[in-house]
């Protein structure tokens, strides 16, 4: 796996604040009257960057909506939320969609990755999605470097139904990481795995927040949480606690 000092640059430092998110009075609602339901509820929050920020609660309190919104995935209803000096909360859907990929990497519980595509091959695909100004060789590069710092340069050409589950959470983290977004919103990543494998996992995730990486890591594993440097805890849409950090 990946020594201590990883094979990807960076992401590119940024004075323009300390905080890499700020969200204010962010609210996300679906329907109305009486029908409403209330996803996330008057949620204020800045995430620091190079910080791995792990958010908790239990099913339906809001973490993975709250995750949603800060990745771009979803929009708020009301609030504002800044994401590495950018205003998202107002963005139309395909300029959403573009500076997603730019911006932000997201690693599923569940791993979403094509059948049919090599583990090198899905990791690319990141770069032809999000960056069109990368040629093929160079998107291959990177990614061979991205499997080769998740400790799976030997596995490029495997398909996914011949790796383990943890292997292709691995491959997903790569995926994520290749277009060296300053931010990676990891829901739930260890869901599907053992106790092993989701350390190993984490692990990955507390290296690129090592080097700057902003990580927003939401799970229902207390243990894993407590090894980040704060903790969030989420309950019927709102912040309940926040421990950890300054």
Do not use: Y
Request: hydrophobic share 40%; aromatic share 2%.
């Amino acid at each position: 796996m990946h020594t201590t000092t990883p094979l990807l640059d960076p992401p590119a430092a940024s004075t323009a604040s300390p905080a890499l998110v700020q969200a204010r009075d962010l609210t996300r609602v679906w329907g109305k009257g009486h029908a409403a339901q209330i996803g996330v509820d008057n949620v204020s929050l800045d995430i620091h960057r190079g910080e791995l920020l792990a958010i908790i609660g239990p099913s339906g309190s809001g973490k993975s909506t709250l995750g949603s919104l800060i990745a771009g995935i979803d929009v708020p209803t009301s609030g504002s939320l800044v994401v590495d000096g950018t205003r998202i909360d107002q963005m139309k859907a395909d300029r959403l969609a573009d500076w997603r990929g730019d911006h932000v990497g997201i690693v599923f519980q569940q791993f979403h990755l094509l059948p049919t595509l090599t583990a090198v091959e899905n990791v690319e695909l990141a770069l032809e999605l999000g960056r069109t100004d990368v040629g093929r060789r160079e998107r291959r590069r990177r990614s061979l470097e991205a499997l080769e710092w998740v400790g799976l340069a030997a596995h490029a050409k495997k398909l996914p139904a011949q790796m383990s589950g943890g292997e292709q959470q691995r491959i997903g983290i790569a995926r994520a990481m290749v277009t060296r977004p300053p931010m990676i919103v990891a829901d739930e990543p260890t869901g599907a795995l053992d106790q092993r494998n989701g350390h190993a996992v984490f692990e990955l995730l507390q290296g690129l927040a090592s080097v700057g990486t902003t990580v927003v890591f939401i799970t229902h594993d207390l243990h894993l949480a407590e090894a980040g440097d704060r903790v969030v805890s989420m309950i019927d849409g709102r912040i309940d606690d926040v421990r950890g950090g300054a």
